[in-house]
């Protein structure tokens, strides 16, 4: 199991910043996959970033087009942690913010997604 805890979100008005972060823990991996995703309501939960592990030495983050190059995500492996960085903020950014981790194996990220409780971010024009 895989426990998941985000901080930062809030309200911001069009042209802003915010970060949000997330912290994973657990006593089955030594590390994690992580990423960030957004949901709208009646909406499927969308993806943001997402980086992948093949479980040696290499490492690939890979961003949605929504991210539009005004997202980037920052990773901590000592601290488990995977930072949100968001700027030039949209009315149409706001939504739902959701972490995820998958477990590393030996051969690369496990399948399954554990999720984070959820981060609302409102932007206003």
């Known amino acids: 199991v895989i426990e998941l805890v985000q901080s930062g979100g809030g309200s911001v008005r069009a042209g802003g910043s915010l970060t949000l972060s997330c912290t994973a823990s657990g006593d089955t991996y030594n590390s994690y996959c992580m990423g960030w995703y957004r949901q709208v309501p009646g909406k499927a939960r969308d993806l943001l970033a997402r980086?992948?592990?093949?479980?040696?030495?290499?490492?690939?983050?890979t961003y949605a087009e929504s991210a539009g190059g005004r997202f980037t995500v920052s990773k901590d492996d000592l601290k488990n942690s995977l930072s949100l960085h968001m700027r030039d903020l949209e009315p149409e950014d706001t939504a739902m913010h959701y972490c995820?981790?998958?477990?590393?194996?030996?051969?690369?990220?496990?399948?399954?997604?554990?999720w984070g409780q959820g981060s609302q971010v409102t932007v206003s024009s």
């Open positions: 995820e981790a998958r477990g590393v194996w030996p051969w690369g990220c496990d399948a399954f997604q554990y």
């Open positions: 980086e992948e592990n093949d479980g040696r030495t290499t490492r690939r983050t």
